[in-house]
């Protein structure tokens, strides 16, 4: 089995690979104090009640491919393959590590490598032209073209960020739940924050993929031939008001990281 890691800002994802087919994932909070010994243990008791994983750390693994936003989470991810997995091929995406798809930046080192993975299983599932909308701790648009190159994005403050500021910079608002309001207009405090949250993403996502759109595909092109896939944790917040989304993969990371890893080891089974 394939073990994947996508280490975000706020939240780590875990993934289980059978073949082609995710068996099991979970979800924790991202905490770049760990130690490689705590995030060993972590895994260890995530990936012990599965039943197709023995019970000693690695029993079942037979590759593992992780990308991070995080330097020290990465760092401390290094040494955990290197002490506990130390007969496991492990792929760690960073610079010279083979991903199949050009980048097509100013600066490829300073793309952020969930978003190349993304980019990667969004070529591999829907090919191209196509732009992923990522919902994270920021909101990030990437634009594959229609040869399958990576050609840029855009990158705006996140669900989460925008609540929070609400409530630590308004004086009379707080903090609230993530949850979808009755009406667009809202009958208290809450729910006009609710509403805002929302509907102003919702806006803020189609708004910015026609303007990619139009772009990726020039003055001749077709605007529909561009693909726009929603993944992370945070889509299913806007999914229904967006109406610029055509799919929803919420594993979009996880399956780019097999891709990565077959491109590089070959086959985990």
Not at 1 to 11: E, H, R
Not at 44 to 64: A, C, F, K, V
Not at 182 to 204: C, D, H, L, P, W
Request: with cysteine; glycine share 14%; charged share 20%.
């Amino acid at each position: 089995m394939l073990l994947t890691i996508d280490v975000g800002n706020s939240q780590t994802v875990l993934g289980l690979f059978d073949g082609e087919e995710i068996v099991e994932h979970w979800r924790v909070s991202t905490d770049p104090r760990r130690t490689a010994d705590e995030l060993a243990v972590l895994m260890q008791g995530l990936m012990g009640m599965h039943p197709m994983l023995g019970s000693e750390l690695g029993d079942g693994i037979h590759g593992i491919a992780i990308c991070s936003t995080v330097p020290s989470v990465l760092h401390e991810l290094r040494e955990v393959t290197r002490r506990y997995y130390g007969d496991v091929p492990a792929v760690l995406v960073e610079p010279g590590v083979k991903t199949g798809i050009p980048i097509l930046t100013d600066q490829p080192k300073e793309v952020g490598a969930d978003r190349i993975i993304n980019a990667v299983a969004a070529v591999e599932l829907y090919g191209g032209p196509a732009i992923v909308v990522d919902f994270g701790t920021g909101t990030t648009f990437d634009a594959v073209s229609a040869r399958g190159e990576y050609v840029g994005g855009v990158i705006a403050p996140g669900i989460e960020i925008s609540v929070e500021a609400l409530g630590v910079r308004g004086a009379q608002l707080r903090k609230i739940e993530l949850a979808r309001p009755r009406n667009v207009i809202g009958k208290n405090t809450v729910e006009a924050m609710q509403s805002g949250i929302v509907y102003g993403f919702a806006g803020q996502v189609d708004g910015v993929v026609a303007r990619m759109t139009r772009e990726l595909v020039g003055p001749e092109g077709d605007p529909s031939d561009v693909r726009v896939i929603a993944t992370g944790g945070l889509a299913p917040m806007v999914l229904g008001e967006a109406t610029a989304i055509d799919d929803h993969e919420p594993w979009l990371t996880l399956i780019g990281l097999r891709l990565v890893y077959e491109r590089n080891v070959g086959s985990f089974t």
